[in-house]
Structures are given as C-alpha cells and as structure tokens.
C-alpha cells in the first residue's frame, strides 16, 4: 500500500516519505542511489545547494523512467543570490522547476529575514518552485517569517527524534496550528549515530513485540507525530524496510508515550547544531 500524500497549505500536495541525499551522501554521485530509490518505490527526492550533488540527483532523476509530474523534488538554498542560486541549482537538476524550495537555515538569511523571504515569494510567482519553505528553523525564527509573510512557508524541515522531541514541541504545536509541515531527517539517530542510549529500551521492547526492526519503530514513531519522513540509504533492503511502514499498523499510544519517555530521559544524549 503506497503512502497516502499530505495536503500542503498552498493546495499543493506532498509524499510523506522522502529519499534525501545528505548526510552519507553528500559530495558524492547519486545517480545510480536515486534511480534505485524511485524504482524501490521513492517519488520525493530531497537535495540541496549544500550537498554537493545536486547534477547527479538530477542524472538520477532523468535516468530513472519515472514521468517528471509523478515526482516530487525538493532542493534547499546555501548562499549568493537567492534568485541566481535557485536557477543554478534547476540547471543542475535539468529541471524547469522545483516542487520545494527550502531556506536551508535561518543562519543563512538572519540579516534580512524579509528580504529573503520576500525573494522566495517571487520565485513561487514565477513558477520556479511550486512551494516554498524554511529549514532548521525554531518557533522564534518561525513566528518572525510568519509576521512578514504574504505567502506563508508550506513546511519546516528539521532534526527529530526521541532525544530532541521534548525540546521541538512547541514548534511542532506552533507549526500544526499555522498549517506548516514539519518534514523530518535524523528520525534514526538513537540507532545511528548515539546508539546506547535511554530510548534504545523502548524502541526494542516494541521492535520484539511488533517483531520488525528498531529502525521501522523510529519511523512509526515519527508518522504518529504526523511528520513528513526524510531518510537516506545506499542499501536496497533498508529502502524497502521504510517503505514497509506504510503497510504497518501504528503504534499503540503508550509505545509512543515510552518512547517520548526514553527520550526525555537525557536529552543530552544526542547532539546535533540544529537541536
């Protein structure tokens, strides 16, 4: 069962699971990881000006023989010219447009919040990108967008997982409220980069019960909190592991209230620059 597509505030409409190419691969080819991603199953390619690959996630996108309406593609903005860097980032990608354009960090625009936003505006006016959104942005910087916006931003990407999931709340609650996304990555950090810690005991006891994988709970876990999920492989059988999940039945309320639990824990456990 394919994963059912989530409603944006624009009208616009989004897969709820996305193949990025960050973390492992960022400055590397990801041609051949993007087709094998679409033809697992994959229609949201998430990349960035940051990642350094921007042309192969294009070759990747041409080459995997999906129509390019059937495909959702985001790409995120780093530096120079917010006009000039959306246009270099379509010629990379050989595409005449994006589905989703990210601020990739408030750091990027703090100067002139409005100004850029205003930019980003016109790039949705002008057909470049058919949405437009923020990244690792807190409720502070969230609320400043919101109180400048003639359009408002379609999602906030950011850090979730167990550890951190205390700290986002209110900005999950603030974005629910104003009709923003969250969109996640690093939903898996208690298994990759921190395992060991407090939320491994509840994320395992599920995984035993349920009889799927620690990682599969963590996903789960993260469609409960009714996020878009970002997650990245180079392996076929973890591509169609996530992919399972949309044929899983939810978790109970109390997993996620033990999970949220482990996590709160020791919120230090984990460590990430957008926290």
Avoid at 30 to 36: D, G, H, L, P, R
Avoid at 145 to 167: E, F
Avoid at 215 to 242: D, F, H, N, P, S
Wanted: hydrophobic share 40%; with cysteine.
């Amino acid at each position: 069962m394919p994963f059912d597509n989530m409603k944006l505030n624009d009208g616009h409409s989004m897969p709820p699971i996305a193949y990025g190419t960050g973390t492992v691969l960022r400055d590397k080819d990801v041609s051949n990881w993007i087709t094998q991603a679409v033809k697992m199953g994959f229609s949201h390619i998430d990349t960035a000006q940051m990642y350094n690959n921007e042309t192969s996630a294009g070759d990747g996108i041409r080459r995997c023989g999906i129509a390019r309406q059937n495909l959702f593609v985001t790409t995120k903005y780093l530096s120079g010219s917010i006009q000039e860097a959306i246009r270099l980032s379509l010629r990379k990608l050989d595409l005449d447009y994006v589905d989703l354009y990210l601020i990739h960090a408030p750091y990027l625009v703090e100067n002139d919040f409005e100004g850029a936003w205003r930019q980003f505006e016109k790039i949705k006016e002008d057909g470049l990108a058919r949405s437009i959104g923020i990244s690792n942005f807190d409720v502070e910087q969230l609320q400043d967008i919101m109180k400048i916006a003639k359009i408002k931003p379609v999602v906030n990407q950011i850090s979730l997982n167990p550890y951190n999931y205390a700290s986002k709340k209110s900005l999950l609650e603030y974005a629910s409220q104003h009709g923003i996304i969250i969109e996640a990555y690093n939903i898996l950090a208690s298994i990759t980069q921190v395992p060991g810690g407090p939320a491994d005991a509840p994320v395992n006891s599920v995984a035993k019960r349920l009889g799927i994988s620690p990682g599969q709970v963590l996903l789960l876990w993260a469609k409960a909190k009714g996020v878009v999920i970002i997650t990245t492989t180079m392996k076929k059988e973890r591509l169609q592991e996530y992919l399972v999940i949309a044929d899983l039945p939810p978790l109970l309320e109390e997993d996620i209230a033990a999970i949220d639990q482990g996590g709160a824990v020791d919120s230090t456990w984990y460590h990430n620059p957008y926290l």
